[in-house]
């Protein structure tokens, strides 16, 4: 079902992680960010849109990572975009034959069979540096950074008073980093939050890849959440976080993350020679 956040800014949760797609209504039908994961989810969501009389006009994916890059034949045929970036992540790691088996397999069990990939990961990537997503409607400003995966895009819908984080700013998850694709994940995190903060002031409604959509408040409060993590795992500080522990939504998945991204770190401090 679609709740509505802003005025024009719509977002259906999923049952998987409390991922949010986000529908954003334009002139001629609607911008449909990070679309869902479930089928039948996003099957509801075509009706729900078909019901009030709207159809998707553009996709945006916010970011790389499999849940947030699926689509459903329901939804019908619009150009889905992300950035540069995202876009080439996304093709890279989807162009051997196996992709997708490997995909299922970063999937809990029980949801593999409701996860439709025939059209995961099929989006244009705008050129590089655009400022805004190309469609009819309120006018979208792309904050690309590099925290949580590469080409991660945080969108600012400026007449709404609305931030779209992605995998940033979320109430139940961790700030989880990317390991894999950049020479310093600390720091481009914690670039990516000075990003945030720079807008903060202009944002009502701030709403997470996965988790509850913050009201004005909760924005600064959110980006200081994160960065209080961020900055105890970067100094092996004891990490006394809301997300994390067994009372949390997610909190023993996010303790066992936390306990992965420490070894992490450590890690590549040895490969550093820093410790
Ligand atoms: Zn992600």
Redesign the pocket.
Known sequence: MLRQVADGVLIHQSEFMQTNAVVVHGRGGVLLIDAGVLGDEMVCLANDLSNSGQTAVAGFST?P?W??LLWHASLGAAPRYGTARCAATARDRLSDPGAKARIARMMPPDIIEQVPLELLGLITGLPAESEQIPWDGPRVRIIEHQA??PGHAALLIEERGVLVA??TLSDVLIP?LDFGDTADPIEDYLEALRLLERVAGEVDVVIP?HGSVGAADQVQARIDHDRAYVQALRDDDAVSDPRVGPSATFGTEMLGAHERQRQSLARRGEHDGRS
């Open positions: 970011h990572h849940d947030h949580h995966a992605g995998d989880l890849g």
